[in-house]
């Protein structure tokens, strides 16, 4: 079974993998608090869909499966913003 460690621990690694494609002011922090979608995000949409399929790869690599991310994650009604509201997103449904 994962565990919210193991998951936040993949999306984690995700981030370092995207930040080596992005410039120094569009990289993305690792704190649960850091925004990953609309106002006060460091990426564009690009940004967030690349991030989306490295951690959708990470997770599944880490824990053995993991849900379509970008198109349910896309829409601001999902309410995901935060990498912390990513990671319980990812908890509740791995």
Request: proline share 3%; aromatic share 2%.
């Amino acid at each position: 079974m994962a565990t919210r460690a193991s998951i936040l621990d993949a999306v984690k690694i995700a981030i370092q993998n995207t930040n080596e494609t992005l410039p120094a002011d569009r990289k993305i922090g690792s704190s649960e608090s850091e925004r990953i979608l609309g106002n006060g995000s460091k990426i564009d949409s690009l940004g967030f869909v690349t991030l989306m399929v490295a951690v959708e790869q990470q997770v599944e690599a880490t824990v053995g499966r993991c849900p379509s991310l970008t198109e349910e994650l896309s829409d601001p009604a999902a309410g995901i913003v935060t990498i912390g509201e990513l990671v319980d997103y990812l908890a509740e449904r791995v």
